[in-house]
């Protein structure tokens, strides 16, 4: 599947969700509330690192491409993507800034975006009363005190016409995450192995790479 700094941006902002601290409860009443507590307990925990399996069905489709690696991340701006299976390819967003290469080529490409904008990547960086004038959110247990949020977007023009985030029973992991576009699309996330992160290397792009922004002609380092 082609990289899609779009889905990549949905992606940084609802991976934030990784934790909900020991009110996690309160999201079966309050979901903006446990985005506060989640929040605050993401920032003491991370940064972090985590296994993922991706999987894209395009609209119409019953399957579709499966994708693999790890990520990283650390609050309050820093994303990283390292897929390994089936190519290896990194992506990485931190702030206003956004980078992709593929391993073993000397250029990559750089992007400005404006993140506060970006459907997705406002849930990483805005707090829970902004985003409550962006999104309905609902949020409900599962049979195994897995905890279920529901995000839809308020604006019908949004790319993504709903997302589903599981956590784990204690609300401080995420399990799973799920989000349909408007044509009907579905990319899914599946988490494993989550762990503390001591390498904050993995926040700046490589300095081998020769770097391009999208209009230049040449590249810049």
Known sequence: MPFSLAAACRWAGLAAWVALGVEARAAVDDPWRAIETLRAALAAD???AADFRQSYVPAGFTTGDTEAGGIALSLP???RWDYTDPDRKSFLVCGARAWSWIEGEPRGQRFTIEADRET???LLLLPAAELAARYRASAQ????QALEIVLEPLAADGPIAVANLTLAHDGRRIEALDWRDREGSVTSFRFSRWR???????FAP???IE?????DAAGVR
């Open 46 to 48: 991370g940064p972090l």
């Open 77 to 79: 701006d820093c994303l």
């Open 120 to 122: 997705g990547l406002d």
């Open 141 to 144: 247990r599962a049979a195994d």
């Open 196 to 202: 503390a992160l001591a390498d904050g290397d993995r």
């Open 206 to 208: 490589p300095l081998a």
């Open 211 to 215: 770097w391009s922004d999208p209009g």
